[in-house]
Nanobody, 128 residues
Framework: QEQLSESGGGLVQAGDSLRLSCAAS????????MGWFRQSSGKEREFVGAIGWSGGTTYYADSLKDRITISRDNAKNMVYLQMDGLVPAATAAYFCASTLRWNPYSGSYVSPESWDHWGQGTQVTVSS
C-alpha cells in the first residue's frame, strides 16, 4: 500500500511563494495519479489540483489555477505543489493523495472520495 508524506509547510507572509513536497513509498508510484487538497478549520476538504501518471496533464481548481503549479518526478517518487502570491485565505492543512482509479474525463477527481491514499498533511499559514 502506498504511503504518502507531505512537507514544506510553514508560516509565510502574504505575497510569498511556497513549495510543498509529497514523498511516496512503493515501487509503483508512476502508476498513480496524484492530487493535492486543502482543509481549513471548520471547512470541508477542498480540491487544489491533480496530475496524471506521466505528469503530462494537470488539473487545477479554477480559483487557484493562476497561482499554483503541480509537478512530479517519478524517478524520485515525489510530487510538488508550487504556490505563488499566497493570500491569507490559503491558510489550511494541505494533503497529497493518490489513486489508481484515474478518470480525468469524469471530473470526479475533485472529490476526496475519488482518492485512495492520503498523507498526514502539512500546515500552511499565511499572515497578512
Amino acid at each position: 500500500q502506498e504511503q504518502l508524506s507531505e512537507s514544506g509547510g510553514g508560516l509565510v507572509q502574504a505575497g510569498d511563494s511556497l513549495r510543498l513536497s509529497c514523498a511516496a513509498s512503493g515501487r509503483t508510484f508512476s502508476r498513480y495519479a496524484m492530487g493535492w487538497f486543502r482543509q481549513s478549520s471548520g471547512k470541508e476538504r477542498e480540491f487544489v489540483g491533480a496530475i496524471g501518471w506521466s505528469g503530462g496533464t494537470t488539473y487545477y481548481a479554477d480559483s487557484l489555477k493562476d497561482r499554483i503549479t503541480i509537478s512530479r518526478d517519478n524517478a524520485k517518487n515525489m510530487v510538488y505543489l508550487q504556490m505563488d502570491g499566497l493570500v491569507p485565505a490559503a491558510t489550511a492543512a494541505y494533503f497529497c493523495a493518490s489513486t489508481l482509479r484515474w478518470n480525468p474525463y469524469s471530473g470526479s477527481y475533485v472529490s476526496p472520495e475519488s482518492w485512495d491514499h492520503w498523507g498526514q498533511g502539512t500546515q500552511v499559514t499565511v499572515s497578512s
